[in-house]
């Protein structure tokens, strides 16, 4: 499986931003994706996931700004931010968890980075 994260820059406090990750196969196959980040000095953490059914979860520190949604057409899933503070400055990675014959997968994309500044 191959992930393609797009869709980082440069934001104002405030801002908003939509990462999407263009997966390489139907993402419907994949059990769970999500988008994790990993700011300097920090460990990385989880920012939002999604199931192959749909269901949806997220980070404890999120705050409810973030949105995870996907596109089943475009093989993409997307991580809609809002109201964005300095401290979502990371690099944020999408990642791919397929199952195959009972054995949990793990694929990362490249990663792409969000500077929240002014």
């Known amino acids: 499986v191959q992930l393609q994260a797009s869709g980082g820059g440069l934001v104002q406090p405030g801002g908003s931003l939509r990462l999407s990750c263009a997966a390489s196969?139907?993402?419907?196959?994949?059990?769970?994706m999500g988008w994790y980040r990993q700011a300097p000095g920090k460990q990385r953490e989880l920012v939002a996931s999604i199931t192959s059914a749909g269901s949806t979860s997220y980070g404890d520190s999120m705050g409810g700004r973030f949105s995870i949604s996907r596109d089943g057409a475009k093989n993409t899933v997307y991580l809609q931010m809002s109201t964005l503070k300095p401290d979502d400055t990371a690099v944020y990675y999408c990642?791919?968890?397929?199952?195959?014959?009972?054995?949990?997968?793990?694929?990362w994309g490249q990663g792409t980075l969000v500077t929240v500044s002014s």
């Open positions: 990642r791919a968890n397929p199952i195959r014959l009972g054995i949990r997968q793990d694929y």
């Open positions: 196969i139907n993402i419907f196959s994949i059990n769970v």
